[in-house]
């Protein structure tokens, strides 16, 4: 049996009751948060407990970044994510009951930043459109051990949010912009939306102390593809990193084939006829983006290859859903329920207890497999959690 599994939850909800031999109160959620080594708050430090503190998975990865899902829904309707002939007007989002609440989200937090956890990424569906969202950004950097604090957005109610988002500790930002052309922009949201709404928000977002800023591109072969160089180009020496992803199957709904891919080393190859970048080194073991660094100076770009060269093997990633599911990859099928246990009163070494298993039991390694199966035409289809689900 994989390590772990006695401490998972039944699908009826039930619980099983970890072997552990202390007990500790529960967080509290608003205001104070403890931090994990504070003994006398009740929450106790992972490595008091008969688990490890820093968990890794079947591949020796350890748990280090968690991306939360604040909502399922998004003003913007991008065909690679949430087509608008799916998600119209008539399309039924998760109801409010089933949403984890902020206190809820903030004690998963809490709780997981015990094992290792030290970067968090609100995403969606829009984390913008979420109400009173930098109430929970000032929840989530009042935690001690979260280092890093982020966002990902489609940078429409940017300007209106940036100065309560820093205000309330919100760290850097990554903005979503897929072209610059208000053409092809307009295609790609899938809401006629203009580019101006977005770039106003990115100026407000620098204006505000967010930074560094970056710009992340799905690249769509015949779609946007002939718009990179002009994305790169504006904001080369902004100080903005813009970064261009490879159009993945993300989902099951986004018409994804690998005709509609461009590799990166394209891309690179088209940016450098005018504006020649050298690669870099990552800022740190595991980071998504291959950096590249304009030879003059003025500035960076990153690619990311999840298609032609898959970084599974660093994937220190966990994300939890909009209803409390724990997934351990992107394009995962399913998750560790953890709004059940927590709202059947699980206590905060039941639910580290769970966190730690799901995460000791991973053997996730999608992009690697479906890059290898791509290339031997053993190409199988599997169901997949939808990105606005799980966040990017
Ligand atoms: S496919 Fe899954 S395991 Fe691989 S890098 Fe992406 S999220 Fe991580």
Same mark, same amino acid.
């Given at each position: 049996?994989?390590?772990?599994?006695?401490?998972?939850?039944?699908?009826?909800?039930?619980?099983?009751?970890?072997? =552990?031999?202390?007990?500790?109160?529960?967080?509290?959620?608003?205001?104070?948060? %403890?931090?994990?080594?504070?003994? &006398?708050?009740?929450? =106790?430090?992972?490595?008091?407990?008969?688990?490890?503190?820093?968990?890794?998975?079947?591949?020796?990865? %350890?748990?280090?970044?968690?991306?939360?899902?604040?909502?399922?829904?998004?003003?913007?309707?991008?065909?690679?994510?949430?087509?608008?002939?799916?998600?119209?007007?008539?399309?039924?989002? +998760? /109801?409010?009951?089933?949403?984890?609440?902020?206190?809820?989200?903030?004690?998963?937090?809490?709780?997981?930043?015990?094992?290792?956890?030290?970067?968090?990424?609100?995403?969606?569906?829009?984390?913008?459109?979420?109400?009173?969202?930098?109430?929970?950004?000032?929840?989530?950097?009042?935690?001690?051990? *979260?280092?890093? =604090?982020?966002?990902?957005?489609?940078?429409?109610?940017?300007?209106?949010?940036?100065?309560?988002?820093?205000?309330?500790?919100?760290?850097?930002?990554?903005?979503?912009?897929?072209?610059?052309?208000?053409?092809?922009?307009?295609?790609?949201?899938?809401?006629?939306?203009?580019?101006?709404?977005? +770039?106003?928000?990115?100026?407000?977002?620098?204006?505000?102390?967010?930074?560094?800023?970056?710009?992340?591109?799905?690249?769509?072969?015949?779609?946007?593809?002939?718009?990179? *160089?002009?994305?790169?180009?504006?904001?080369?020496?902004?100080?903005?990193?813009?970064?261009?992803?490879?159009?993945?199957?993300?989902?099951?709904?986004?018409?994804?084939?690998?005709?509609?891919?461009?590799?990166?080393?394209?891309?690179?190859?088209?940016?450098?006829?005018?504006?020649?970048?050298?690669?870099?080194?990552?800022?740190?073991?595991?980071?998504?983006?291959?950096?590249?660094?304009?030879?003059?100076?003025?500035?960076?770009?990153?690619?990311?290859?999840?298609?032609?060269?898959?970084?599974?093997?660093?994937?220190?990633?966990?994300?939890?859903?909009?209803?409390?599911? =724990?997934?351990?990859?992107?394009?995962?099928?399913? &998750?560790?329920?953890?709004? &059940? /246990?927590?709202?059947?009163?699980?206590?905060?070494?039941?639910? *580290?207890?769970?966190?730690?298993?799901?995460?000791?039991?991973?053997?996730?390694?999608?992009?690697?497999?479906?890059?290898?199966?791509?290339?031997?035409?053993?190409?199988? %289809?599997?169901?997949?959690?939808?990105?606005?689900?799980?966040?990017?």
């Amino acid at each position: 049996m994989p390590p772990g599994n006695s401490q998972r939850f039944s699908a009826s909800g039930e619980i099983s009751r970890c072997q =552990l031999s202390v007990r500790a109160t529960k967080l509290v959620h608003v205001g104070y948060i %403890p931090h994990h080594r504070d003994i &006398g708050t009740g929450f =106790l430090a992972a490595s008091e407990l008969n688990r490890p503190s820093h968990p890794v998975d079947q591949y020796q990865r %350890p748990l280090r970044d968690l991306r939360i899902s604040v909502t399922d829904r998004c003003n913007f309707r991008c065909p690679y994510c949430m087509p608008a002939e799916i998600y119209g007007e008539r399309y039924e989002f +998760l /109801p409010r009951a089933d949403i984890l609440t902020f206190e809820e989200i903030t004690r998963i937090t809490s709780l997981i930043t015990s094992l290792g956890v030290s970067k968090i990424r609100l995403t969606g569906g829009e984390p913008l459109i979420r109400a009173d969202l930098p109430q929970l950004i000032g929840m989530l950097s009042s935690i001690p051990d *979260v280092e890093d =604090l982020t966002l990902t957005t489609n940078g429409y109610l940017l300007e209106k949010f940036a100065n309560q988002l820093v205000e309330a500790g919100l760290q850097r930002i990554t903005v979503s912009l897929d072209s610059l052309d208000d053409e092809v922009f307009r295609k790609m949201n899938g809401r006629n939306f203009d580019t101006e709404p977005v +770039l106003k928000g990115i100026a407000a977002a620098e204006k505000a102390g967010l930074s560094p800023i970056k710009i992340n591109a799905v690249v769509e072969k015949g779609v946007n593809d002939h718009t990179l *160089v002009e994305l790169a180009r504006h904001f080369k020496g902004s100080g903005h990193i813009v970064r261009f992803i490879e159009f993945m199957d993300v989902g099951n709904l986004n018409g994804w084939n690998m005709e509609k891919v461009v590799p990166s080393r394209e891309v690179i190859d088209a940016i450098s006829a005018e504006l020649p970048p050298e690669p870099i080194e990552p800022n740190y073991p595991g980071e998504v983006a291959r950096r590249w660094r304009y030879v003059d100076g003025d500035g960076e770009i990153g690619v990311i290859t999840s298609v032609t060269e898959p970084f599974c093997g660093d994937c220190t990633r966990a994300r939890l859903t909009t209803d409390g599911n =724990l997934v351990t990859c992107l394009f995962a099928a399913g &998750g560790t329920d953890l709004r &059940g /246990p927590m709202r059947a009163g699980a206590s905060d070494e039941e639910l *580290v207890g769970l966190i730690s298993s799901t995460w000791q039991d991973r053997t996730d390694r999608y992009s690697a497999e479906r890059t290898a199966t791509l290339n031997t035409g053993d190409e199988r %289809p599997r169901k997949k959690i939808e990105m606005y689900q799980i966040g990017g």
